[in-house]
């Protein structure tokens, strides 16, 4: 055997050597009581078995529940309507129901909006049943009537966290008296409910009475942000937003710790129609030219009271600073029902630039992430803006798929689309904005649809957090929290308790399950990235997996563990496990032990804790 031959036979040799020396170890710690010798002991301060808040372990939860210059968009036009969501909804152009769909093309955010004509009606399973969306087609694993995934520990990205945007929900429920604020608030960022970690606070652009009737009417007024500067010669009037404050400072009491600042428009003396809801014309930008030096300073004096002003502001530092709101999608109009400012690329890259260089001046920490708009429209904004951005934030929205494809599948080849652009230049994505957009249905069906879209965001897009739009909303579609806005608890009105929705209930799964610092795994099977998601999490030594079955029939479901994860690591690996459906919320179900084999019942979640567990080696993967 000549001497290069004979090197790599022992190297060959060496390397099989090693792998039965880790298939011995780990066959050991698979051996019931039987801790490895290398394992070390458990201290107080690194607790093992997972501290899920709320739980109790014997019986079930003890959560209390209270009963643009524009970016032109292209492609053909659609209709829509403004309806309650925080969005205009699609709907059909006159009668050709099929038409009308087919029209979108390949994206329901890169088309103008043009308001319709005749009769409308919105697109919704009851009105379109030849459109129902496809997800009631779709098994948990794609193509398979089982699902079985093996889990390695290869992980990417550091998990951030789950948050809510305080637009509007700030606004009205920071007037609450304590009585009725505490609560609330201890549902949305206390470990005892939903124990959210990101906030997004919203810098309002405030209105002008004259200019923007529509938000002193009773049902729109909680969507009016109030601005900090009235006019352009104004000073600053730090107790204009006390109430969105107030929550701001609540949540980060109970334990939030990310915190972004982000602008849906210019206050309205900025803009060119002088309404914070949009220009005169679709498409049209809003933003003066001769105002964008103004516009980054005003953000940038935000962030900066709330750094330095350690009454008013607590010294929260913003994270990230976004002066933007789905830009580039073009439909923000004069008269509309919310803020928002169109603003084209390049008039982007100006804006950017300068808040940039306020930052700087001002000597704050805090970043800049962008755009904020429609996952399709984001990727062609990375080479011209990439200088600026330290994250890149999207919105989930599934838009409504071509031919009533599956809109989760279907917006997913955008997540593809934006997660290699992203890593391009290797910068984090989040999901800083995602509701039931376009998804009518009872309470659980869109739950499970919220619980796809996580999934298939986490496997796909690869997001490193995920933010709903407002976790309270008087619409029982879109609300976490379903709470009435025409009513405040004071001593004029009778308080209606508000009331958490299955999507809260799929949420506490996630947020209990893969905490920030949480590493999600990289699954075997791509065919079960929509149905299925795990994590690992190092302080607890613990797997988390979650599972959703959108289709009325129950599925077997196996989860194996490779040998690379050693168990009994300072104890008794077992399983623990939870579930919400029609008649269950979050209720714990009792579990046998390793590999993880069920039967998932139809139209239902689950959830798994693997404890005491380890990676004997780890892939980082980029």
Not at 21 to 31: K, P
Not at 262 to 283: C, E, L, Q, Y
Not at 452 to 474: F, K, T
Not at 525 to 545: L, Q, W
Request: hydrophobic share 40%.
């Amino acid at each position: 055997m000549a001497p290069r031959d004979l090197r790599s036979f022992s190297r060959k040799l060496y390397l099989i050597f090693l792998l039965l020396c880790v298939f011995c170890a780990a066959s050991s710690a698979g051996v019931p009581g039987k801790a490895p010798a290398s394992a070390p002991a458990p201290s107080p301060s690194d607790e093992i078995i997972p501290d899920v808040p709320g739980i109790d372990y014997s019986v079930n939860i003890t959560l209390p529940v209270v009963s643009g210059t524009s970016g032109d968009p292209v492609g053909p036009p659609i209709c829509f309507r403004q309806g309650p969501s925080p969005h205009p909804v699609p709907i059909p152009c006159g009668d050709n129901l099929s038409r009308t769909v087919e029209s979108q093309g390949a994206s329901l955010a890169s088309v103008r909006v043009a308001s319709s004509g005749g009769s409308s009606r919105p697109l919704t399973e009851s009105s379109a049943p030849n459109l129902t969306p496809a997800t009631e087609l779709f098994d948990i694993c794609t193509g398979a009537g089982s699902a079985s995934v093996t889990l390695n520990p290869r992980w990417r990205n550091k998990w951030r966290g789950w948050g809510t945007s305080l637009c509007w929900l700030g606004n009205f429920v920071g007037g609450f008296p304590d009585a009725h604020f505490n609560p609330l608030m201890d549902l949305l960022f206390s470990p005892s409910g939903l124990n959210l970690n990101i906030v997004r606070y919203n810098i309002g652009g405030g209105n002008n009475a004259t200019n923007s009737p529509q938000f002193q009417t009773d049902n729109l007024k909680w969507r009016g942000m109030p601005g900090f500067k009235a006019t352009e010669t104004a000073a600053y009037d730090w107790s204009a937003d006390d109430r969105q404050r107030k929550v701001l400072l609540a949540a980060r009491a109970r334990g939030a710790d990310t915190f972004e600042a982000f602008a849906n428009s210019p206050p309205w003396w900025m803009t060119v129609s002088g309404d914070v809801a949009g220009a005169a014309k679709w498409g049209e930008g809003n933003l003066k030219e001769e105002h964008e030096d103004s516009f980054a300073d005003f953000l940038t004096d935000v962030v900066q009271k709330f750094a330095t002003d350690k009454t008013w502001g607590k010294g929260i530092v913003f994270e990230t600073v976004e002066p933007f709101n789905e830009a580039l999608e073009g439909w923000w109009r004069k008269g509309g029902g919310q803020e928002g400012c169109n603003i084209g690329i390049d008039q982007m890259r100006r804006v950017l630039q300068k808040t940039q260089a306020a930052l700087q001046r001002k000597q704050l920490k805090t970043k800049i992430a962008a755009v904020d708009s429609f996952v399709e429209r984001t990727p062609q904004t990375v080479s011209a803006l990439d200088s600026y951005v330290s994250r890149y934030n999207v919105h989930g929205y599934m838009s409504l798929a071509k031919n009533g494809s599956d809109p989760v599948a279907w917006t997913s080849k955008n997540f593809r689309d934006m997660k290699v652009a992203a890593k391009g230049v290797t910068k984090p994505v989040w999901i800083s904005e995602w509701g039931p957009l376009s998804r009518d249905g009872d309470d659980m069906g869109v739950a499970l649809y919220m619980a796809r879209s996580i999934i298939a965001s986490l496997n796909i897009l690869e997001a490193s957090g995920w933010v709903y739009w407002q976790a309270m909303d008087p619409s029982s579609t879109w609300g976490l929290i379903n709470i009435d806005w025409s009513k405040t608890p004071d001593s004029s009105t009778v308080y209606t308790p508000p009331t958490v929705s299955k999507k809260f209930w799929i949420m506490k799964h996630f947020t209990s399950l893969a905490p920030p610092g949480s590493r999600r795994l990289v699954l075997n099977k791509v065919a079960c990235n929509y149905g299925i998601a795990a994590f690992y999490i190092p302080k607890k030594r613990m797997i988390s997996v979650f599972v959703v079955n959108q289709k009325a029939t129950s599925r077997k479901v196996k989860i194996f563990l490779t040998l690379w994860f050693q168990k009994n690591v300072g104890g008794k690996s077992k399983v623990l496990s939870w579930r919400t459906s029609y008649s269950e919320d979050f209720v714990q179900v009792n579990y046998k032990g390793l590999p993880i084999r069920f039967q998932i019942p139809g139209r239902s979640f689950a959830s798994f804790a693997i404890t005491h567990v380890r990676p004997l080696m780890n892939i980082n993967l980029p």
